[in-house]
Protein backbone atom coordinates (compact mmCIF):
# COMPACT_ATOMS: atom_id res chain seq x y z
CA UNK A 1 0.00 0.00 0.00
CA UNK A 2 1.51 3.30 -1.33
CA UNK A 3 0.89 6.94 0.03
CA UNK A 4 -0.14 7.74 -3.21
CA UNK A 5 -2.26 4.70 -3.82
CA UNK A 6 -4.52 5.32 -0.93
CA UNK A 7 -4.78 8.58 -1.69
CA UNK A 8 -6.23 8.47 -5.16
CA UNK A 9 -8.36 5.37 -4.52
CA UNK A 10 -10.08 6.74 -1.40
CA UNK A 11 -10.94 10.23 -3.87
CA UNK A 12 -12.00 8.15 -6.32
CA UNK A 13 -14.31 5.94 -3.80
CA UNK A 14 -15.74 9.01 -2.22
CA UNK A 15 -16.86 10.60 -5.72
CA UNK A 16 -18.71 7.15 -6.46
CA UNK A 17 -20.18 7.21 -3.57
CA UNK A 18 -21.22 10.71 -3.49
CA UNK A 19 -22.63 10.39 -7.12
CA UNK A 20 -24.80 7.22 -5.92
CA UNK A 21 -23.85 5.53 -9.05
CA UNK A 22 -24.06 1.90 -8.03
CA UNK A 23 -21.82 0.72 -10.94
CA UNK A 24 -19.12 3.86 -10.34
CA UNK A 25 -19.08 2.71 -6.93
CA UNK A 26 -19.09 -1.29 -7.40
CA UNK A 27 -15.38 -0.84 -9.78
CA UNK A 28 -13.59 -0.06 -6.30
CA UNK A 29 -14.39 -3.84 -5.41
CA UNK A 30 -13.52 -7.76 -6.92
CA UNK A 31 -16.63 -9.94 -8.03
CA UNK A 32 -16.63 -11.90 -4.92
CA UNK A 33 -15.88 -9.66 -2.16
CA UNK A 34 -17.49 -9.49 1.28
CA UNK A 35 -18.54 -7.23 3.69
CA UNK A 36 -19.29 -6.89 7.45
CA UNK A 37 -21.58 -4.34 8.78
CA UNK A 38 -24.06 -3.47 11.15
CA UNK A 39 -26.11 -1.77 8.14
CA UNK A 40 -26.44 -5.00 6.41
CA UNK A 41 -27.95 -6.66 9.94
CA UNK A 42 -30.21 -4.10 10.10
CA UNK A 43 -31.48 -3.54 6.65
CA UNK A 44 -31.44 -7.78 6.11
CA UNK A 45 -31.49 -9.87 9.24
CA UNK A 46 -31.22 -12.77 7.94
CA UNK A 47 -27.55 -11.81 6.53
CA UNK A 48 -26.18 -11.92 10.29
CA UNK A 49 -24.85 -8.36 9.10
CA UNK A 50 -22.30 -10.38 6.00
CA UNK A 51 -23.14 -10.25 2.76
CA UNK A 52 -21.11 -12.44 0.30
CA UNK A 53 -20.66 -11.39 -3.83
CA UNK A 54 -21.00 -8.33 -5.87
CA UNK A 55 -24.41 -9.20 -7.35
CA UNK A 56 -25.67 -9.67 -3.27
CA UNK A 57 -23.97 -6.13 -2.61
CA UNK A 58 -25.62 -4.70 -5.53
CA UNK A 59 -28.89 -5.29 -4.11
CA UNK A 60 -28.10 -4.26 -0.64
CA UNK A 61 -26.22 -1.07 -1.29
CA UNK A 62 -29.30 -0.24 -4.35
CA UNK A 63 -31.91 -0.44 -0.81
CA UNK A 64 -29.55 1.81 1.56
CA UNK A 65 -28.64 4.44 -1.46
CA UNK A 66 -32.75 4.46 -1.44
CA UNK A 67 -33.35 5.24 1.56
CA UNK A 68 -30.68 7.77 2.15
CA UNK A 69 -31.27 9.55 -0.66
CA UNK A 70 -29.27 12.62 0.55
CA UNK A 71 -26.46 10.35 1.60
CA UNK A 72 -23.19 12.31 0.70
CA UNK A 73 -20.01 11.42 2.63
CA UNK A 74 -16.47 13.59 3.73
CA UNK A 75 -13.73 11.42 4.22
CA UNK A 76 -12.18 12.89 7.95
CA UNK A 77 -8.90 10.74 7.31
CA UNK A 78 -7.13 7.38 5.60
CA UNK A 79 -5.04 5.39 7.08
CA UNK A 80 -2.79 2.94 5.30
CA UNK A 81 -2.00 -1.16 6.09
CA UNK A 82 -0.19 -3.40 4.59
CA UNK A 83 -2.70 -4.45 1.59
CA UNK A 84 -5.42 -2.62 2.62
CA UNK A 85 -6.99 1.23 3.98
CA UNK A 86 -9.19 2.14 6.25
CA UNK A 87 -11.90 5.25 5.11
CA UNK A 88 -12.71 7.11 8.42
CA UNK A 89 -15.64 9.36 7.42
CA UNK A 90 -18.89 11.33 8.10
CA UNK A 91 -22.08 10.90 6.20
CA UNK A 92 -23.40 14.81 6.30
CA UNK A 93 -27.50 13.44 5.85
CA UNK A 94 -27.43 11.70 9.08
CA UNK A 95 -24.22 13.31 10.75
CA UNK A 96 -22.76 9.80 11.74
CA UNK A 97 -19.26 8.94 11.86
CA UNK A 98 -18.20 5.58 10.05
CA UNK A 99 -14.80 3.38 9.31
CA UNK A 100 -14.30 1.06 6.43
CA UNK A 101 -11.06 -1.04 7.02
CA UNK A 102 -10.81 -2.25 3.16
CA UNK A 103 -8.64 -5.33 2.23
CA UNK A 104 -6.93 -5.30 -1.49
CA UNK A 105 -6.25 -8.00 -3.83
CA UNK A 106 -3.75 -8.19 -5.84
CA UNK A 107 -5.31 -6.53 -8.78
CA UNK A 108 -5.78 -3.38 -6.67
CA UNK A 109 -9.42 -4.29 -5.91
CA UNK A 110 -11.21 -4.82 -2.33
CA UNK A 111 -11.85 -7.78 -1.66
CA UNK A 112 -13.27 -7.63 2.18
CA UNK A 113 -14.56 -4.74 3.96
CA UNK A 114 -15.58 -4.73 7.89
CA UNK A 115 -17.78 -1.76 8.52
CA UNK A 116 -18.02 0.13 12.12
CA UNK A 117 -20.41 2.97 12.95
CA UNK A 118 -20.35 5.81 15.94
CA UNK A 119 -23.38 5.79 17.81
Known sequence: ???EF????????????????????????????????????????ESNGLINGKHNIRKYWTVALERIPNLKFEILDVLMGVSGLTIYYINLATNKKSVEIMNF???????????HYAE
Open 1 to 3: MTK
Open 6 to 45: AIAFSGNWLAAWNSHNIDEILKHYSEDFSIETPMALKLFP
Open 105 to 115: NTEGKVNKVMV
